[in-house]
């Protein structure tokens, strides 16, 4: 069959009652939003097509507000969802904590290797990653709602294989795929050489063409066949049906901001390092700084949005990021994370890899160093990330990554909601404290799970706050170092919900760490 070119609005007409469809995309990047408007505007006017049952690999937040996923939050056009990541869907928090879908989730990694076990045909996925974590079948098997219970369909079975337990999420066939692209050429080759990300085009397109389905590309330019060099062609013209020469107004390189293209993010400018501004000095810099101790030279490292992503511009005003090697599970490496919203972009990177290879390498343990953020922290070290405060955001890559990397650091505030938490004289002053408690008896949602950590024996693990450091040890959470200005029973003890184990060898915090000018760190070998 020949690639047969469309508007948006003759794709969303080609797509039937109960498919099943598979969105691709990263938060606002490589979104191909002219589709999904389509969709949402024919099933307004048509109500149809219905009763779809939709997968997206990462999160699909667009612009956090309209795009994306929000697209699909009407009553009746989806059967079922199931993802790794809502942080940037508000339009379906309503929908799913109102049972109007059953709804699951999976690491995002298993997700992104899924397409690659559906194209091959695959039975599905075995693999530790998610153990005693709420998507373990002996905890909540994935499911976020009671809708998802109630249904009694199983995403992830418990496996033993040679006396030791894995987790098996079984494949299945894909009817529709979206995709996007930067440029199309009149064969149907398809490029990406202009989106920040190359994240899972081609094994969802393989997916979905291997289970009989359809593939949809929207690309922001057509060009003449040939002018495509091969080594750009990320999707082959025999994987592609329909292309969709995308209106600018909902088509481009992301969906952030005021939209302008960034050449640094994928790879036709360099800009100065310099450029980039340093966070300001605050307690969430003191907690960025405190993190970056466990760093060594050479290490290979994955960053978290929020907090954690400061990191990175710490060690930039420091000097060190060309010590170390930054990546994130989009499969952007090098250069400096962008942040916010715009997580998954980096300002010149050294390479885009795609989102399932990173994920092989975070799974094997390549990860040298994680600083992951955290909502929850309990007594056991278990943290969450994933359901809290009557929101789903999910766990997104955090599940892949803070099982796989050998030193693993949740950094945040020790409290949680409106503070005054000052830095004065190189001591921490508490005006006004955090009204919510983080340190809780039990989380709510297990995202990372302390037992199965030390069961591994083999990770280092940190919970770096501003006004105190703890670690995982046989004892579960022990408290180790505690900032100076802090008063242990009045600001940290009295603000838990448990008491932890105090380490005897219990000291302050680095003052360095406390001081506005720069800490002219240099970071050692790894051992």
């Keep these: 069959m020949s690639v047969t070119f469309i508007n948006a609005a003759e794709a969303a007409d080609l797509i039937q009652d109960r498919s099943t469809v598979a969105i691709d995309g990263f938060i606002g990047f490589c979104l191909a939003d002219d589709i999904l408007t389509a969709i949402e505007k024919r099933y307004i006017r048509e109500d149809h097509p219905r009763d779809l049952s939709v997968v997206n690999v990462a999160g699909l937040g667009g612009d956090g507000q309209q795009r994306g996923i929000n697209h699909f939050a009407h009553r009746g056009l989806m059967r079922r969802f199931l993802c790794s990541n809502l942080s940037l869907a508000p339009k379906l928090y309503p929908l799913i904590m109102d049972n109007v879908f059953p709804t699951f989730m999976m690491p995002q990694g298993v997700l992104s290797h899924m397409m690659r076990a559906i194209a091959a045909h ?175 030279a050479g290490d290979f490292i994955n960053l978290g949005i929020g907090i954690p992503m400061g990191i990175s511009e710490v060690l930039n005003e420091e000097g060190l990021i060309e010590q170390i090697s930054s990546s994130i599970e989009s499969g952007v490496t090098g250069g400096v994370p962008a942040p916010g919203i715009a997580t998954g972009a980096a300002y010149n990177p050294e390479a885009i890899l795609k989102q399932p290879d990173i994920f092989d390498f975070y799974d094997g343990g390549g990860i040298d160093f994680a600083g992951l953020g955290a909502a929850e922290i309990d007594r056991h070290g278990n943290v969450n990330v994933s359901k809290f405060a009557g929101k789903v955001t999910g766990p997104g890559g955090f599940i892949n990554i803070s099982q796989g990397a050998k030193t693993v650091c949740f950094l945040g505030t020790f409290t949680a909601g409106k503070s005054d938490i000052r830095i004065e004289d190189g001591q921490l002053r508490i005006i006004k404290d955090g009204p919510y408690i983080k340190l809780k008896n039990d989380v709510e949602h297990i995202t990372f799970s302390g037992h199965y950590s030390r069961e591994k024996g083999v990770q280092k693990v940190f919970y770096i706050t501003e006004r105190a450091v703890f670690r995982l040890t046989d004892q579960g959470l022990t408290l180790t170092e505690i900032a100076p200005g802090a008063d242990l029973d009045r600001d940290i003890l009295g603000k838990m919900e448990f008491r932890p184990a105090i380490s005897p060898d219990l000291k302050l915090m680095n003052r360095i760490l406390f001081l506005p000018e720069k800490m002219n760190l240099k970071l050692s070998e790894q051992k």
């Design 122 to 296: 695959r039975p599905g996925i075995i693999s530790q990653v998610g153990m005693k974590t709420f998507v373990d079948p002996r905890i909540d098997g994935g499911k976020i709602n009671d809708a998802a219970k109630a249904s009694e369909e199983e995403i992830v079975q418990l496996l033993n294989l040679n006396g030791e337990e894995y987790l098996f999420y079984p494949a299945f066939p894909l009817d529709v795929a979206i995709i996007k692209g930067s440029k199309a050429d009149t064969k149907g080759n398809i490029s990406v050489e202009k989106e920040a990300l190359h994240i899972e085009q081609f094994e969802m397109a393989a997916a979905a063409k291997n289970s009989g389905g359809i593939v949809m590309v929207q690309v922001d330019e057509i060009v003449e066949h040939g002018q495509l060099h091969p080594q750009m062609v990320t999707v082959p013209s025999a994987l592609v049906d329909y292309v969709i020469l995308g209106d600018p107004e909902n088509s481009g390189q992301h969906f952030i901001g005021n939209r302008k293209p960034v050449p640094s993010w994928c790879g036709d400018e360099k800009i100065p390092f310099d450029n980039i501004e340093n966070l300001p000095f605050d307690i969430h810099k003191v907690i960025c700084r405190r993190g970056i101790l466990e760093l060594h």
